[in-house]
């Protein structure tokens, strides 16, 4: 039988958002970012509240059906115990649907406040199966999660019953790496933007991933002289301009420039990897992003999720 949490018992939890794919690790290269959405929870005698503030305030619904509320369920029911009532409030300054992982961290923060309030009974392991359920790939939640850069991957059992499993290990970040995001006004759908893959892919052009997905590995722990080599790409990018007309721009001024430029998951943010100060040729070409109606956020590569327990 679960066990009842205790009225008044809270949980503060700090998530990170993420870029995903980084260029040629599709679905399986994800790098936390320097930009939060904070989650209150308290255990409350009943019912559910949920309150929301700043991105998708306007837009994200109050209720059972918020992802942040399903993952923390989620996360008590693993964790084996039970909530009689909930208060939700969520802090958001993660763009929402803009390729910078706000679901994945939706679903980290919820696992993550559950086991909290529970005593942290599940590892690392288990908060990136959870999380990654509700998406079904662990690049973003990995990256949420565990901080820094992962390799993930997925692993479909054979008996087509089991569930996947999702696993996510953390490489080492060179300190001298950072990012940028030129984040347009727009959403994207990432099952939209999916749509428009090939279902089937030349060897040539897979084997050219394979390859520069092993030089992105290199170039994030210790060679990032060659990151800009290491986030070209051939499998999903290309199809993706026609939709993504902006982004595709932006990309491709940035890289023509020499700068490590990419889509960021889904898009539609264009992120660049850089090292070191920005240079006046950057800076007049995130200038000229602004003027275009981009938003442009300076990040650091983040730590882990962080949470807090709180007894009144």
Not at 159 to 168: F, I, L, M, N, T
Request: proline share 5%; hydrophobic share 40%.
């Amino acid at each position: 039988m679960a066990t009842d949490l205790q009225v008044g018992l809270k949980a503060t939890v700090k998530v990170p958002g993420s870029s995903a794919n980084l260029g040629p690790g599709f679905d399986t290269l994800g790098l936390a970012v320097g930009i939060y959405d904070t989650v209150e929870v308290e255990v409350t005698a009943s019912g559910l509240e949920v309150e929301i503030f700043g991105e998708g305030a306007d837009d994200l619904p109050r209720d059972g059906s918020h992802l942040v509320v399903k993952a923390i369920r989620s996360g008590l029911k693993a964790a084996d115990v039970e909530a009689p009532g909930l208060r939700v409030v969520c802090h958001n300054s993660i763009p929402q649907s803009r390729g910078l992982g706000s679901s994945a961290a939706a679903a980290v923060a919820g696992v993550v406040a559950a086991n909290t309030l529970a005593g942290s009974p599940l590892d690392s392991d288990a908060v990136v199966q959870l999380s990654s359920e509700f998406e079904g790939h662990p690049d973003n939640a990995g990256a949420s999660a565990l901080g820094g850069a992962v390799v993930s991957w997925t692993d479909i059992p054979v008996d087509g019953r089991s569930k996947p499993q999702y696993r996510a290990v953390r490489i080492p970040v060179d300190s001298s790496i950072h990012a940028i995001a030129l984040v347009p006004d727009f959403h994207a759908s990432t099952n939209a933007v999916r749509k428009v893959l090939p279902s089937h892919v030349t060897h040539v052009d897979a084997r050219f991933n394979v390859s520069r997905t092993a030089v992105m590995t290199a170039a994030l722990q210790s060679h990032p002289e060659l990151l800009w080599e290491g986030t070209r790409d051939r499998l999903h990018q290309p199809y993706r301009a026609d939709v993504l007309p902006v982004t595709a721009e932006w990309v491709n001024r940035l890289r023509n420039r020499g700068y490590a430029a990419y889509l960021s998951g889904a898009g539609p943010t264009a992120m660049v990897l850089t090292t070191g100060e920005t240079d006046e040729k950057l800076r007049a070409l995130l200038d000229d992003a602004r003027s275009a109606g981009l938003k442009v956020h300076e990040l650091e590569i983040a730590g882990p999720v962080t949470a807090e327990l709180v007894r009144d």
